[in-house]
């Protein structure tokens, strides 16, 4: 085979030097735009579906398989990530605009003056809904932070647990997601952040429960239920404390 991309001479289903497949050196045909197109576009090919119920059912398989060198079984972290956030701006507009544009109520600080709480129920909401894309990715970078500190005998390094969790944190949004939608399905006025909250983490803590498998139960499960806590304190309280007091409102 001559590949038409690079001159290279080769044989096989794939040019070993610039990848371009062997179809693609015959005419052009409409299906192979469309196969293109879904393949670089949402890699389904690689089992976009694939990637996720295998993240559903046994999470520590696509992290660790990920790590270990296996890069092409999955789609790829990055790409898994982008396509959690274009469904979560795709649903957010068609079907939670409403739900999205009123405040929520928000935790009642009682160490903290009545100012500062408005402040801060305000800043939840438009961290939530305004800056809902940079809020998504700084918040990605908290767990791995703190598991390179509690699982340092496993050695994994921050890259590593942050690759990985990018697979997780997208999987726990698509699951919410769905939780959302559920909710609003069936209690059609209000959303019940509660049982949200727990969808959410419950998927977090089997995912990580999955992956640092390797440890032993209790330990294990005490410091997966330590970073949950340090999450929801740095989201719930001090992030938001920190913007109502520099950027206060009211
Ligand atoms: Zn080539």
Redesign the pocket.
């Known amino acids: 085979m001559n590949?038409?991309?690079?001159?290279?001479i080769?044989s096989g289903k794939y040019?070993?030097?610039?990848?371009?497949r062997d179809i693609a050196n015959i005419r052009l045909k409409f299906s192979e735009i469309i196969n293109d197109f879904f393949d670089n576009a949402f890699n389904i090919h690689k089992g976009l579906f694939f990637t996720f119920w295998t993240l559903l059912i046994n999470p520590g398989k696509v992290g660790k398989s990920y790590i270990e060198g296996q890069r092409k079984k999955f789609t790829n972290p990055a790409r898994y990530l982008i396509i959690a956030i274009a469904i979560q701006a795709f649903l957010d507009y068609w079907f939670l605009q409403p739900e999205l544009t009123q405040q929520p109520d928000f935790v009642n600080f009682y160490f903290l003056s009545e100012k500062v709480n408005k402040n801060m129920a305000f800043w939840n909401h438009t961290l939530a809904t305004k800056y809902s894309l940079i809020h998504n990715l700084s918040m990605i970078l908290i767990f791995p932070v703190i598991f390179v500190i509690l699982f340092k005998k496993l050695k994994y390094n921050f890259t590593e647990l942050l690759t990985i969790n990018f697979y997780y944190f997208s999987s726990g949004l698509i699951v919410t997601l769905f939780a959302i939608l559920t909710c609003i399905q069936f209690f059609v006025s209000g959303m019940k952040t509660p049982l949200i909250i727990l969808v959410t983490f419950s998927y977090v803590i089997w995912a990580n429960m999955s992956f640092f498998n390797e440890v032993r139960f209790w330990n294990r499960l005490i410091k997966i239920l330590i970073a949950v806590v340090l999450f929801m304190l740095i989201r719930v309280f001090f992030m938001i404390y920190v913007l109502s007091v520099l950027f206060p409102i009211v």
Request: glycine share 8%; charged share 10%; hydrophobic share 0%.
């Open positions: 590949c038409k991309n690079c001159q290279n080769y040019c070993p030097n610039c990848g371009q």
